[in-house]
């Protein structure tokens, strides 16, 4: 009954090629989200999905386009991947409300070689 | 914009040791501020939180106290284990909305028996 969860866990793949990272909750959460943590830990957000709706869309680039099926699914494809994508990739998921903590998946590692 | 700047690690103690991490934020309004911790090869967790000046999270003997007046939140216990070596992150959520937390850099704790 795990909350968040997001497949795969592990992601080697080669530059140029697409893949996907596949993100549900079952937590009943209207909105989710994409973090992406680099090599040094830090964490960014790239984007976020209410009820389906793009809310947040930080300046990563167009290679890489979220789609939400429906509000327990936020699925990122990434197109032509690039050595500089390789990083954890984390999902997210919480309530549109300010006092509701975001719960998170346990990453997807992506190395492009 | 919203930043968070957090001590930089990494930090190591021994069992039992006193452990502060340092955490200011940069944000307009009142934010929500938290402490994420994160388990090696896991995803996030929430730690603690603070909704509003002068209060007090706590959760697993660690402390944190929202202080207005310094732009402070820095993560304390007073006795620390080895299972609580990870890395700590302190974020903010800006006033009004859960949507977008800031994280800061990530502190990597070790704790040595």
């Known amino acids: 009954d795990t909350a968040v969860s997001q497949t795969p866990k592990y992601l080697v793949t080669q530059m140029g090629n697409d893949k996907s990272i596949k993100c549900e909750q079952n937590l009943g959460h209207d909105t989710m989200y994409w973090y992406k943590q680099d090599s040094k830990k830090f964490l960014k957000i790239m984007f976020s999905y209410n009820n389906k709706e793009l809310i947040i869309n930080e300046t990563v680039p167009n290679r890489f386009s979220p789609k939400s099926p429906d509000k327990a699914h936020l699925n990122l494809h990434i197109n032509s991947l690039e050595l500089g994508d390789s990083a954890v990739y984390f999902c997210?998921?919480?309530?549109?409300?300010?006092?509701?903590?975001?719960?998170f998946g346990p990453g997807t590692r992506l190395t492009v070689t | 914009g919203n930043s968070v700047t957090q001590m930089e690690g990494p930090v190591t103690l021994s069992e039992e040791a006193f452990l502060t991490i340092n955490c200011t934020y940069t944000?307009?309004?009142?934010?929500?501020l938290f402490w994420y911790v994160q388990y090696p090869g896991e995803g996030l967790q929430l730690l603690l939180k603070a909704t509003k000046a002068d209060d007090k999270g706590s959760n697993k003997g660690f402390e944190a106290t929202y202080r207005k007046e310094t732009t402070s939140f820095h993560l304390e216990k007073g006795s620390v284990q080895v299972s609580d070596s990870a890395v700590y992150f302190c974020a903010l959520s800006p006033s009004g909305s859960a949507r977008q937390l800031t994280f800061g850099s990530g502190t990597q704790l070790t704790v040595l028996p």
């Open positions: 944000a307009t309004g009142y934010p929500s």
């Open positions: 997210a998921s919480s309530h549109l409300s300010e006092n509701y903590e975001q719960y």
